[in-house]
C-alpha cells in the first residue's frame, strides 16, 4: 500500500510569489491535516479536511487556504509569500474521519522563501 | 501558551539500555496521545499511543504510560538501540477538536553504541 505523497519535495519562491502543494493520501483515506513544521514553533496544525469539507483549521493567517477533491487528494496554498513562511510543510491521511486514530505523514515540502 | 510540553530538548542514552522520553500537557480535554519519531528531511513516523480511559500501552519494545492526575504520559523504549536517534513527539487531541493534533517541541533522542 503506497504511503502518503507530497509534492514537491523542495520549492524555492520569492516573496509575493503564491505556492500550491500537493498531498495525495493512503488509497482509502478519507481525511488529510496539514502541519507546519518550523525550528522554532514545531509542528502546527493548519487545517484539517474529511470528504472534501474543511473540518478544523488552526490559528494561520487567511494567506493559507486548502481544499481537498473527491478523490481524497488535498492541496494547500499560500499566497503572497513571507520569509517567515518558509518551512517544511506535512500533510497526514487518517484511516477513518471519525477522532482518535494515528496519522500517516508525508515526507513534506520543503518550502523556503528567498 | 504551550499545551504539550517537552521540557528535555535532547536526551542521550546508551545502547541496550532504557530511553524514558516525558511528556506533559496543561489541557484536560486532551482523550489521545501519540508518540512520533522523525528523522531529518523525513515526515513523521506513528509510534505508538493511547487512550485516556487507559494507563499503559505495550507495542514490542515501546511502552507508553499516561498518568491522567499529573497530566503526564512517558515513552520507554527498552532496550535502546543506535537506530532509535531521532527527534520524538508527543502529540495530544481532543475528541472535540477533531484530528488536530497538538505537538510538543520533541526530544532528540541519541543513543549511543
Known amino acids: 500500500k503506497a504511503g502518503v505523497t507530497q509534492t514537491p519535495r523542495y520549492l524555492i519562491k520569492t516573496r509575493g510569489q503564491q505556492v500550491t502543494l500537493s498531498c495525495s493520501p493512503i488509497?482509502?483515506?478519507?481525511?488529510v491535516s496539514w502541519y507546519q513544521q518550523t525550528p522554532g514553533q514545531g509542528l502546527q496544525f493548519l487545517f484539517e479536511?474529511?470528504?472534501?469539507?474543511?473540518?478544523n483549521k488552526g490559528n494561520f493567517p487567511g494567506r493559507f487556504s486548502g481544499r481537498q477533491f473527491s478523490n481524497s487528494r488535498s492541496e494547500m496554498n499560500v499566497s503572497t509569500l513571507e520569509l517567515g513562511d518558509s518551512a517544511l510543510y506535512l500533510c497526514?491521511?487518517?484511516?477513518?474521519?471519525?477522532?482518535?486514530?494515528?496519522?500517516?505523514f508525508g515526507q513534506g515540502t520543503r518550502l523556503t522563501v528567498v | 501558551d504551550q499545551q504539550v510540553k517537552q521540557n528535555s530538548p535532547s536526551l542521550s542514552v546508551q545502547e541496550g539500555r532504557i530511553s524514558i522520553l516525558n511528556c506533559d500537557y496543561t489541557?484536560?480535554?486532551?482523550?489521545?496521545f501519540l508518540w512520533y519519531k522523525k528523522y531529518p528531511a523525513e515526515g513523521p513516523t506513528f509510534l505508538i499511543s493511547?487512550?485516556?480511559?487507559?494507563d499503559k500501552n505495550e507495542d514490542g519494545r515501546f511502552t507508553v504510560f499516561l498518568n491522567k492526575s499529573a497530566k503526564h504520559l512517558s515513552l520507554h523504549i527498552v532496550p535502546s538501540q543506535p537506530g532509535d536517534s531521532a527527534v520524538y513527539f508527543c502529540?495530544?487531541?481532543?475528541?472535540?477538536?477533531?484530528?488536530?493534533?497538538?505537538f510538543g517541541p520533541g526530544t532528540r533522542l541519541s543513543v549511543l553504541p
Open positions: 488509497s482509502g483515506h478519507r481525511s
Open positions: 489541557n484536560s480535554m486532551f482523550d489521545y
Open positions: 479536511y474529511f470528504s472534501e469539507t474543511q473540518r
Open positions: 497526514a491521511s487518517f484511516s477513518t474521519g471519525t477522532m482518535n486514530t494515528e496519522a500517516f
Open positions: 502529540a495530544a487531541s481532543a475528541r472535540n477538536y477533531g484530528q488536530n493534533f497538538v
Open positions: 493511547i487512550s485516556s480511559i487507559k
